[in-house]
């Protein structure tokens, strides 16, 4: 079965720094990986995903990450966060099943 | 039309009350799911219709029912639920495995009193 861990809990950052959230995944197969963001009291929306092909992946609001297989991670990447950025980031991973599997998520908070 | 609609957005119920949760979308997708998310957790998964066809049932009490009308509709039956029941559920849909994106509602946030 797969499974998904992020280290990072709560990141702290400063407007303008730079922002990379910690995704590693553990299944044996092939995989899909997603990064959500949740604002706060709202809804989980997709940043982006990967299935195939380049392992860099372009996001919506300047969001990236990278599939690193040998590393079976997922990182995601921000190089400069903005004070709207402030919110819950969940990676999740499928593999050859229905199930799409979230990891513990991460809480950013930025400052002005 | 590229949503999925949850209704009711809120819903208070009593321990003794049944209610139901009600999930559509028109994308074409075929397989559904609810998802169970608890303040500042990650959503849980519940339960993945396929093709109309319950396939993953993950150990969820039998006081939650899922029924699958059609294609187009998940819902979820409530009856005799517990306060920790009280959370925020999700429906999601996708086409079927492999390579499917998720598109998830935007919740129902129970509240069991």
């Known amino acids: 079965a797969q499974s998904v861990s992020q280290h990072n809990h709560h990141v702290i950052l400063s407007e303008a720094a730079s922002l990379e959230l910690g995704c590693n995944y553990s299944y044996g197969g092939t995989v899909n990986l997603f990064w959500y963001v949740q604002y706060p009291g709202q809804h989980l929306q997709l940043l982006l995903k990967y299935f195939s092909g380049d392992p860099l992946v372009k996001g919506i609001k300047g969001f990236e990450a990278e599939f690193i297989k040998s590393k079976f991670s997922f990182n995601l990447r921000k190089p400069s966060v903005q004070w709207s950025d402030t919110a819950e980031y969940f990676c999740?991973?499928?593999?050859?099943?229905?199930?799409?599997?979230f990891g513990t998520g991460t809480r950013l908070q930025v400052f002005p | 039309d590229t949503e999925v609609t949850q209704t009711p957005k809120h819903l208070v119920m009593g321990m003794t009350n049944k209610k139901s949760l009600k999930c559509e979308q028109h994308m074409g997708h075929r397989a559904m799911y609810w998802y169970k998310q608890k303040a500042k957790k990650p959503p849980e998964l519940m339960f993945v219709y396929s093709y109309e066809k319950l396939s993953i049932n993950e150990s969820v009490p039998s006081r939650f029912s899922p029924e699958c009308p059609n294609s187009s509709l998940l819902n979820l039956h409530l009856h005799a639920l517990q306060p920790e029941d009280s959370a925020l559920y999700l429906c999601a849909s996708s086409q079927p495995a492999p390579g499917g994106g998720y598109t998830f509602g935007s919740g129902t946030r129970l509240t069991v009193v």
């Open positions: 999740a991973v499928k593999g050859n099943t229905d199930k799409l599997i």
